[in-house]
């Protein structure tokens, strides 16, 4: 879920578009320089999140998705080791 900001910094755009993000930001965010971040429009504005962030949030969700007492991966695992065999087999 998306947190309240504590604190909101201030930044211009440039005539390319870009945006500096200010260096305490990019620390509390861990961005570094190359790094990929992800913007998405919402009713409020622009969302800016780390590449990490995105991904914590994709596995949140997608771990919320099964009960506690399933292992799909193990499945998976276990499918692609049975087709394995089977290619070998042919």
Same mark, same amino acid.
């Given at each position: 879920?998306?947190?309240?900001?504590?604190?909101?910094?201030?930044?211009?755009?440039?005539?390319?578009?870009?945006?500096?993000?200010?260096?305490?930001?990019?620390?509390?965010?861990?961005?570094? *320089?190359?790094?990929? /971040?992800?913007?998405?429009?919402?009713?409020? =504005?622009?969302?800016? #999140?780390? $590449? +990490?962030?995105?991904?914590?949030?994709?596995?949140?969700?997608?771990?919320?998705?099964? *009960?506690?007492?399933? /292992?799909?991966?193990?499945?998976?695992?276990? =499918?692609?080791?049975? #087709?394995? $065999? +089977?290619?070998?087999?042919?």
């Amino acid at each position: 879920m998306a947190q309240k900001a504590s604190y909101r910094y201030k930044s211009k755009v440039d005539s390319a578009g870009r945006v500096l993000i200010p260096a305490e930001l990019r620390a509390k965010m861990d961005v570094r *320089p190359g790094a990929t /971040v992800t913007l998405s429009a919402s009713r409020r =504005g622009i969302l800016l #999140e780390s $590449r +990490r962030a995105a991904v914590r949030a994709a596995q949140e969700y997608f771990c919320g998705l099964a *009960p506690e007492s399933e /292992v799909w991966s193990k499945d998976l695992i276990a =499918g692609r080791r049975r #087709e394995a $065999r +089977r290619e070998l087999a042919d």
